[in-house]
């Protein structure tokens, strides 16, 4: 599944509308659509009181179909308008128009803060159709108050496309945001979802069809990040033999380990075979080979010279290496001297097999990085920010 920014994401809408001919009402339509078809079939009793909060933008023209439609499937739905009449523009002007042109309820913030508040308080569900993508920055009045309210409150909160507050982007809070139970986000998921304070706010999050596909954009030309997702992951796994057995399935060497610093390679061999391996040969200095041995129940195990606490650089023969398919190096290896050319001697006597470099083994590579280079198979170095600063 592929995630987008506040740019592209109007950038793809447009697309649709220019060459595509979807207009941005129908896209609204859609839209509006969902999120009332979701709480129908999660609320299912007419009479659940149900409090829709409507902003200026595009978001809140959303707001207008849900409460529209949700009158129409016999609910008496209590939408807010937050901003002056005079303030809608474009689609969502045109929502508007039709709602008020049907007749239906609509309540306005001049009513006063209270009685928006005693109806939130009395809500079973309430609908958050204020802000959507474009905000960045602080949220101003009246929703800052506003959202302060519905955050109080004990009523099933559904955000429409996004929480008001949070930034699209960047996944930021800057003073408040509506704490949803469910997110309803549409034909893509946005990248703020899964930054910074975004997965705290978004609760469950759902993605929902409004024919603007993930093919419109490719035609623009647009490379665009993808969500590791289960379905994802499960595709990219090898497929298992139903007849295999452990030789089938790969050999995984783990070299780590070092005295002060004994669970770290152990849980790596684990998770190893967790993820597929049929064998796992777990390297370690002797010294703590009682240790390890205790907990280890899985792994082969393989003792190698050590000084003071950590691998000594002897006793890494060839034929260590011989029948191993991927090599993981570095966790609990600690910093010791002789440390660049323990691993520089490993990695020499490779041939081509996937290599992994974590942990410590970071630290210790950072003057072998011309070496890593020439190397004939895949290097992997999974770094956080303070590791990739010690490289680069």
Not at 184 to 207: E, M, N, Y
Not at 303 to 314: K, N, Y
Request: charged share 20%.
């Amino acid at each position: 599944m592929k995630i987008v920014k506040r740019d592209e994401m109007r950038a793809i809408e447009q697309f649709a509308i220019d060459e595509v001919g979807i207009s941005g009402a129908v896209l609204m339509e859609i839209a509006g659509n969902q999120v009332a078809e979701e709480i129908i079939r999660s609320y299912p009793d007419r009479s659940a009181p149900i409090v829709i909060l409507i902003g200026s933008g595009n978001n809140g023209g959303d707001g207008f179909v849900i409460a529209r439609r949700l009158s129409d499937a016999g609910y008496t739905p209590a939408p807010w308008l937050l901003v002056d009449p005079g303030k809608l523009k474009g689609d969502a002007l045109v929502q508007y128009r039709i709602h008020t042109a049907r007749e239906l309820p609509l309540h306005s913030v001049e009513e006063g803060l209270g009685r928006l508040d005693a109806a939130l308080a009395s809500s079973d569900v309430i609908v958050d159709a204020m802000l959507g993508t474009g905000i960045s920055g602080a949220v101003r009045a009246p929703f800052d108050h506003v959202i302060d309210r519905v955050n109080s409150h004990a009523a099933h909160v559904y955000a429409v496309d996004l929480p008001s507050g949070l930034d699209c982007d960047t996944g930021r809070v800057e003073n408040v945001a509506v704490r949803a139970d469910e997110t309803i986000t549409f034909a893509f998921p946005k990248l703020g979802f899964f930054t910074q304070d975004g997965p705290s706010v978004i609760g469950r999050l759902a993605v929902k069809d409004i024919s603007v596909p993930g093919t419109l954009a490719d035609r623009i030309g647009m490379k665009l990040p993808e969500l590791v997702t289960e379905q994802l992951a499960v595709q990219a796994l090898p497929g298992r033999a139903e007849f295999g057995h452990k030789g089938t399935f790969g050999h995984a060497l783990v070299i780590g380990g070092s005295r002060p610093f004994v669970g770290a390679p152990l849980y790596s061999a684990h998770a190893a075979y967790k993820t597929g391996a049929g064998l796992v040969t777990l390297a370690i200095p002797e010294g703590i080979y009682p240790a390890v041995a205790g907990q280890n129940q899985l792994a082969l195990l393989r003792s190698l010279p050590e000084a003071d606490g950590h691998f000594s650089g002897a006793g890494v023969e060839a034929e260590l290496f011989e029948k191993v398919n991927a090599v993981a190096i570095g966790p609990g290896l600690g910093r010791f001297d002789g440390g660049e050319a323990f691993i520089e001697e490993i990695i020499r006597q490779l041939d081509g097999q996937p290599i992994i470099i974590d942990a410590d083994g970071l630290y210790h590579v950072k003057g072998r990085l011309g070496l890593l280079a020439r190397y004939d198979g895949p290097v992997i170095l999974p770094t956080h920010p303070g590791e990739m600063a010690n490289l680069t």
